[in-house]
């Protein structure tokens, strides 16, 4: 019997010597991320070889254990300093990495603000569930205020910053945000992550019903599902219309519905537990990446260098 | 006129965590849960294939294929392929 093609996906990228179930709690949306991951690589056509895939430490940082990548599980906060590395040293490899809240903002936020700013060719994933999960719920940078957490215990005192909104401010080329309730949408942000030439960027709201549900009362794993479903509103796509970003047909009931101009959300929502937020594409511009720029300076100082010898002759 | 299509609802329990999300979620009530929380089909005729199971489930313990699909449909005969081939070259 054949197989069907989601099996197929399964036996090819997934790793055969890796324990499974995973090590995730029931109905983290750590996997279904793995799942979209995946696809979208598939999606493209690249092979197993031509990708890395690096993380840093967290739930979030476990995830290229399971899949069959080029893969590094680097140390907390560090782990797009090591894709810079892996990248500058083999340019056509594709390197992704995949962070926690924590990780990519916290601990690892000023790799990632330059990272942004240097805009070299990079996806950066980052799921935030608001919360520190691996450790126990200390509050995370993206922490709702008023929000309990292990270290928030009478509520959080401090704000929430939007990742994406960091990310456009800092340089990145590609800022995108899904979810993990609008599946279909998020493989194809993914998947135009990866193929962005630029430093590229997707938030991916999820949530962490263990640590952080748990404390304030938001449910189990299925209740923070709904929730996620019920506070994304897409945005349109700013680049070229009917592209990916634009799927806001209605219909499959995980692909986002109701369209709102960019900028009509304010970010400041995710400073709260029950406000909307957008999801979509947030920012596509096309600015020179860093390989390019690199590359460039070479051949004009060789080129330098060549006239400087021929005129000494 | 078309035959409307059927689907078969697979799910591979040694992976599965019970934590609902299938059950939840199908918009067509297919399944229930057992004692342990885990999905049993209880309806699997209302399935129309729309795969949010499939793509929800964060364990990958969900296939869903399309039954009696006219020779299991062409299109998905050349994925497949495709894959294969692809899986050899590399
Ligand atoms: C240098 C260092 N400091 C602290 C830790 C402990 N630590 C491990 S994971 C983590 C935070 C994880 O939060 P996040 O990045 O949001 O990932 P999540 O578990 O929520 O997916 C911390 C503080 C560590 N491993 N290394
Ligand atoms: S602790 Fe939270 S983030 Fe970590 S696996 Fe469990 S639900 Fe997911
Ligand atoms: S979504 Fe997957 S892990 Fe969760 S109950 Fe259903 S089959 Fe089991
Ligand atoms: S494919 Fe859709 S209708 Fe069929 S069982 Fe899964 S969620 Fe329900
Ligand atoms: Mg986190």
New interface residues.
Partial sequence: M???????L?H?Y?RHDKK???V?????????IL?SLIRAI?KI?L???EVVLASGIGCAGRMPVYADFNTLHTTHGRALTFATGIKLARPELNLITVMGDGDATGIGGNHFIHAARRNLNLTAIIINNQIYGMTGGQYSPTTPYGAKAATATGGHLEHAFSIADLAVTAGASFVARGT??H??HLDKLIEQGIRKNGFAVIEIMAYCHTQFGRRNKMG???TM?EKLRDRAVAVKDPGAAGSPGTAVAAG???TPGAAASAGALDSDSLDTLDGKFAIGVLTDVEKPDYIAEYARLRAASRLNAQNAGNAGK | MAKKKSYRQHIFYDWCKACGLCVAFCPKQVYRRNEEGQPVVADAAKCVGCRFCELHCPDFAITISAVDAPSRSAAAHTAQTSIEEAADER
Avoid: T
């Fill in positions: 054949k197989m069907e093609k989601v099996e197929q399964r090819y997934l499974f179930p995973h995730w709690c029931p109905g983290c949306g750590n996997g279904i799942g598939d056509g092979s197993k070889d993990v309730y599946v279909p189990d794993a299925v599902m499959a009931s995980d």
